[in-house]
């Protein structure tokens, strides 16, 4: 049998039902996280659940479990689901009330709810990248939050793969922000470059490893915003999220980023950020061929 989590309770999965009234439901009133599992392991959990708990915060919603309460409830699912290889689903909303724009009473309790799917590392793309299309970022200013309301990351996720790419690459003016659900870097010169964590783009768990990874391993980078002629000029692009890792793009809107193959420090990022899997999670049997 398979299990979600609605309110601190595991139910089955295919029992799991929220009300029409749900705010999350009606206004995509809440916040969300995708947590990755690899042997059975979360990685960089605490990072991601204290993120969930910034985002509730600063739209009002309190999250009614401690982080050490919310870690055990989701091993305790990941168990219960022989979860091996996969991501763990959370999200709160502000919970079911009369539809009304204005927030509800405080005796309103969030609705919370977690469950599992299995995923497959995306080695194959990893091994030899993705392609990419560029798009005007039509999103709100508080792309810090991580919202449950996507419509603009969707229409532009939508758009590449219209044109059988794998992400948009958005911009606001003439400087790059994020992908649509990635973080997107450029190297120049042996320089990772990628936008500063902003209202503009979301923090991403994925992007902190990465930036940790080079300072330890003594790879120049700068986190500052970048053009879209920098982009163009790019001696490397790749992006970046919990379940495309370190992803080398090799094309962006038809050209070719260089000769079309994934590059050295990108292939460096990649491997370390592989032994930062293992020190978490275990040993990881498929790998990324060069
Ligand atoms: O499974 C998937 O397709 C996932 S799992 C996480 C994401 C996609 N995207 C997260 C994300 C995002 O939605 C936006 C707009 N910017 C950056 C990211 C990367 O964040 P992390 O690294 O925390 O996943």
């Known amino acids: 049998m398979n299990f979600a989590i609605i309110n601190g309770k595991l139910v089955n999965r295919s029992e799991a039902k929220v009300d029409i009234e749900d705010r999350g439901y009606q206004f995509g009133d809440g916040v969300y996280e995708v947590i990755r599992v690899y042997n ?18 600063s739209i009002g919603i309190t999250l009614p479990y401690s982080i050490d309460d919310c870690t055990a409830l989701l091993e305790e699912l990941v168990t219960k689901n022989n979860l091996v290889e996969g991501t763990i689903y959370m999200q709160i909303t ?8 204005v927030f509800p009473a405080k005796d309103v309790v969030p609705t919370l709810v977690a469950y599992t799917k299995e995923v497959a590392r ?27 309301n996507l419509l603009g990351n969707l229409l532009a ?27 997107i870097f ?18 991403g768990i994925t992007k902190d490893v990465i930036l940790q990874i080079c ?48 590059g050295p420090i990108t292939r ?3 491997s370390l950020f592989t032994e930062e899997i293992e020190k978490q999670c275990g040993d990881l049997t498929e790998k990324i061929s060069s």
């Open 94 to 101: 502000r919970g079911t009330a009369p539809r009304n724009h």
């Open 40 to 57: 059975g392991k979360m990685f960089t959990v605490k990072e991601h659940l204290e993120r969930f708990v910034k985002s509730a915060d």
């Open 157 to 183: 996720k939508q758009k590449a793969a219209e044109q059988g790419c794998f992400e948009a690459i958005q911009y606001r003016g003439d400087q790059v922000t994020e992908g649509s659900s990635s973080n």
């Open 215 to 262: 300072s330890q391993n003594n790879i120049s980078f700068e986190e500052r915003s970048f053009t879209l002629a920098e982009l163009a000029a790019a001696d490397e692009v790749f992006l970046s999220s919990t379940t495309s890792e370190v992803m080398p793009i090799i094309e962006i809107d038809k050209d070719q980023v260089k000769e079309g193959l994934p």
């Open 186 to 203: 450029i190297v120049k010169n042996g320089v990772v470059i990628t936008h500063e964590s902003n209202h503009l783009i979301l923090k």
């Open 122 to 148: 995306p080695v194959e793309s990893l091994t030899n990248g993705v392609k990419t299309i560029r798009t005007e970022d039509i999103r709100w200013l508080r792309c810090d939050i991580k919202s449950l």
């Open 268 to 270: 460096k990022l990649q």
